[in-house]
């Protein structure tokens, strides 16, 4: 489990496509402390740790199914794109963000982003499917960032992205086209299908 707090900026430093995707993901961590077999959210994607090296050049590799792929913006990674990197949630962590698991649901598209004071507002564009999920003061995760929805209309909801949060995550080099992983606030999950009965 996750919070939405990323905690490094990682880059994609190889990709091979063999029966599945395996990726190496360069990484600030202490790579020590990362065991195998370990999760690290990849842009808000839980993948399992297969193989590590530490020294200068700190790195992690994971495996991604085709599943995976087909739900997430993972197919269109390239070495050298930066990726939000979250370790999980210990017992006894400060929890900062929301309930994220990890399970990316889809994706969106970036819309429009403007000024708004020193902050940015964004506006996504959801699938049909997963909008009616999203409230105005709920919580989204976009590539593993923990983000509250300031308002919803139909298939698109806008955020405020904070200069802080621009600085410390890949935000700051989104521009409009740009899709993002999303994962829906599990709580709305659950909520809706006890609803539905």
Same mark, same amino acid.
Request: with cysteine; glycine share 12%.
């Given at each position: 489990?996750?919070?939405? $707090? ?11 496509? +063999?029966? #599945? ?8 961590? #202490?790579?020590?402390? /990362?065991?195998? @077999? ?9 993948? &399992? ?12 590799? *994971? ?18 794109? %930066?990726?939000? $990197?979250?370790?999980?949630? +210990?017992? @006894? #962590?400060?929890?900062?963000? !929301?309930?994220? &698991?990890?399970? /990316?649901?889809?994706? /969106? ?5 403007? %000024?708004?004071?020193?902050?940015? +507002? ?6 049909? =499917? ?5 409230? %105005? ?5 976009? #590539?593993? *960032? ?16 904070? %200069? !802080?949060?621009?600085? *410390? &995550? ?21 909520? =809706?299908? $006890? /609803?539905? @009965?």
């Amino acid at each position: 489990m996750f919070t939405g $707090l990323v905690s490094d900026v990682g880059e994609i430093r190889r990709i091979e496509k +063999r029966g #599945d995707t395996h990726l190496t993901i360069a990484t600030h961590f #202490d790579i020590d402390a /990362v065991g195998m @077999g370990a999760s690290i959210a990849c842009a808000g994607i839980c993948l &399992t740790v297969v193989g590590k090296g530490k020294g200068k050049n700190r790195w992690f590799s *994971v495996t991604a199914s085709g599943e995976t792929l087909s739900k997430t913006t993972m197919g269109k990674w390239k070495v050298g794109d %930066p990726v939000n $990197l979250e370790k999980p949630l +210990r017992v @006894g #962590d400060e929890f900062g963000g !929301h309930i994220v &698991t990890g399970h /990316v649901d889809g994706t /969106v598209e970036l819309v429009s982003l403007k %000024p708004d004071g020193e902050s940015l +507002r964004m506006t996504f564009k959801a699938p049909a =499917a997963l909008a009616k999920y999203i409230a %105005p003061k709920g919580s989204v995760a976009l #590539d593993g *960032v923990s983000l509250t929805v300031n308002e919803a209309k139909g298939r698109t909801f806008g955020v405020n992205i904070i %200069p !802080h949060t621009a600085e *410390v &995550t890949t935000f700051g080099r989104l521009k409009p086209g740009m899709k993002l992983n999303l994962e829906i606030d599990p709580l709305a999950r659950y909520l =809706a299908r $006890l /609803v539905k @009965g």
